[in-house]
């Protein structure tokens, strides 16, 4: 700049600039993280990453198997964790695992698992089927 009349020169204009766009770390108040100059352009909401609303996460719970899925079983057949797991309709066989009801049923099956929904228990019993609660 100009001492006199406070102009500024045309070389000094950019590292002046570039002086006022470089951002030193500074923690954020309502966040755990640390700001850095590509955070000079994104919105305040994106900064502060705070969530309002929306729906609670799921607890972590086993996997959710629905009635439709059994239907590679034969009539007859004892439904457990391990036969699900040979079936490859899950992952791993100690985890909790809870039977739903969307899909039918229409063979009869003695179905072993965590737990079932009432509608799921009821669609079983319908199909000639029995349900045992694992502990």
């Given amino acids: 700049m100009h001492e006199r009349d406070g102009r500024h020169q045309s070389g000094s204009q950019g590292e002046e600039a570039a002086a006022i766009v470089s951002l030193e770390p500074v923690t954020l108040s309502r966040t755990r993280r ?12 994106r ?3 705070l969530s309002v609303g929306g729906q609670a996460p799921r607890p972590c719970q086993g996997p959710r198997v629905y009635l439709s899925r059994l239907a590679v079983f034969a009539a007859g057949e004892v439904v457990s964790p391990e036969a699900l797991v040979e079936k490859g309709i899950i992952k791993k066989a100690d985890e909790r695992v809870k039977i739903l009801a969307s899909g039918e049923l229409s063979q009869p099956l003695t179905i072993k698992a965590h737990g079932f929904s009432a509608a799921a228990a ?7 089927g029995t349900v045992e609660v694992i502990a």
Wanted: aromatic share 0%; proline share 5%.
């Fill in 34 to 45: 640390q700001s850095t100059a590509a955070d000079a352009v994104q919105p305040l909401s």
């Fill in 47 to 49: 900064l502060t990453d």
């Fill in 122 to 128: 009821a669609k079983i019993e319908a199909a000639g």
